[in-house]
């Protein structure tokens, strides 16, 4: 074993220009090392930034939203159609949301629907899904003679053709 240590070291003793790179060689490796520092500095002035902005976002989340300014009101729940409203645009209002004022008129307790009528025609109404148990038993056991206002989503009609179908989703007085 010691043979070989001492064979190396004679070596590396006789040979000092062997382990030397050349001048060519040597000016290489210095641009490649001032490349990489050069590109090492513009990586940290760019994770210096991307600190900066995330300690703003820290310092925005950490605060409380402002109040809301005084005097301005919510946004009012638009005007319900009339019967009629629907009728006459129900290309625009299928599958959508909508609320509508009307009279009621027939009740099909047993279907759990009723019929809203306007001279254009009618709008079926299926309250059977609404989640208000109490809604339902006073559609079905009174006489209803004021108008009502349905929430629900607007369906086409029936295999048969007929009216439009309103799924309501709430029912008002």
């Known amino acids: 074993m010691h043979k070989w240590v001492l064979l190396l070291l004679t070596m590396a ?8 790179p050349d001048k060519k060689a040597q000016e290489e490796l210095q641009k490649e090392i001032q490349g990489l520092k050069t590109e090492i500095k513009a990586l940290q002035e760019k994770l210096a930034k991307l600190e900066a902005g995330q300690q703003e976002i820290l310092s925005l989340l950490q605060k409380p939203p402002a109040p809301p300014a005084a005097g301005v009101a919510p946004p009012a729940a638009p005007e319900p159609l009339s019967v009629s409203q629907l009728i006459k645009d129900k290309e625009r209002f299928m ?13 099909l307790e047993h279907h759990q629907t009723m019929l809203m009528k306007a001279p254009e025609g009618m709008v079926e109404v299926y309250f059977g899904s ?23 989503l607007v369906n086409p009609p029936g295999k048969g053709g007929g009216s439009l179908r309103i799924i ?4 008002e007085f």
């Open 13 to 20: 003793l006789l040979a000092p220009g062997a382990c030397m």
């Open 95 to 107: 599958g959508t949301r909508v609320t509508v004022k009307g009279m009621p008129g027939t009740v």
């Open 168 to 171: 309501a989703e709430a029912v």
């Open 130 to 152: 609404l989640p208000d148990v109490k809604t339902v038993n006073r559609l079905t056991s009174t006489s209803l003679d004021q108008p009502l206002t349905v929430t629900g």
